[in-house]
């Protein structure tokens, strides 16, 4: 399989501890975005990279949360002293800025890592 | 902000019946324009998509969409529904940056 992956599919963690996601784009593909979606709504924007430089990042993602794209590849988000409210799926996504010369083109998403905290 | 906006959060339709799900948006200028879909216990896949161009957009399994500049927007049809199309539709978009905003959602559900 040769789309996005993430890594795990499922979490569930107590209130107050740390937790990682791993994402790994489609090969090639330079922009990598991180969403959350919660029950009945879109995905929500949470932060995006080009290459290894997180170029934005929402203003509803707190401190607690941080990204990382170490070499350009793949990317892996942490949360730390989750709360409840942090429960919810996280979407991984990439694109390619080339195929349209340096335009947004289509993101292709990743299953998702379902986050329970209890 | 920029958005996009979907109004019907919930369809239910009957096989063979004509769909349109509404979508509207408040970029001015550039426009970049998706459909996405999500079957149940699976990924965001694109439906179509506008950049440019024409504006009747043709997509996946027999889905079309309308950019309407006049009217900001761009809504999804299908003329006939099928069981299978039973899922989530997202509309998203972007005006001039590279990160695409998403609609809330509408879950269409058909019947056999």
């Given at each position: 399989d040769t789309g996005v992956s993430q890594n795990p599919r499922h979490k569930i963690t107590k209130r107050g501890q740390n937790v990682t996601f791993r994402c790994d784009p489609i090969s090639e593909h330079n922009r990598l975005y991180w969403y959350r979606q919660t029950l009945g709504q879109g995905p929500e924007f949470l932060t995006y990279f080009q290459n290894e430089a997180q170029l934005e990042k929402s203003r509803l993602l707190s401190d607690r949360f941080s990204a990382e794209r170490p070499k350009g590849s793949f990317s892996t988000l942490e949360i730390q002293r989750t709360e409840q409210g942090d429960s919810a799926m996280y979407l991984c996504a990439s694109s390619s800025s080339r195929d349209r010369g340096g335009f947004l083109t289509e993101a292709f998403f990743g299953q998702g890592t379902r986050l329970t905290v209890v | 902000a920029q958005s996009v906006s979907q109004h019907n959060h919930h369809v239910i339709l009957s096989e063979a019946a004509s769909l349109e799900l509404g979508c509207n948006y408040s970029y001015g200028g550039t426009v970049n324009l998706f459909w996405y879909v999500q079957y149940p216990g699976q990924h965001l896949q694109l439906l179509l998509k506008y950049f440019?161009?024409?504006?009747l957009v043709k997509g996946i399994k027999g889905f079309e969409a309308e950019f309407i500049k006049s009217k900001f927007s761009f809504n999804l049809r299908k003329p006939s529904v099928q069981w299978s199309d039973t899922a989530e539709y997202f509309c998203a978009g972007s005006g001039g940056s590279y990160i695409p905003t998403f609609g809330r959602g509408t879950s269409l559900i058909v019947h056999p």
């Open positions: - | 440019s161009g024409d504006p």
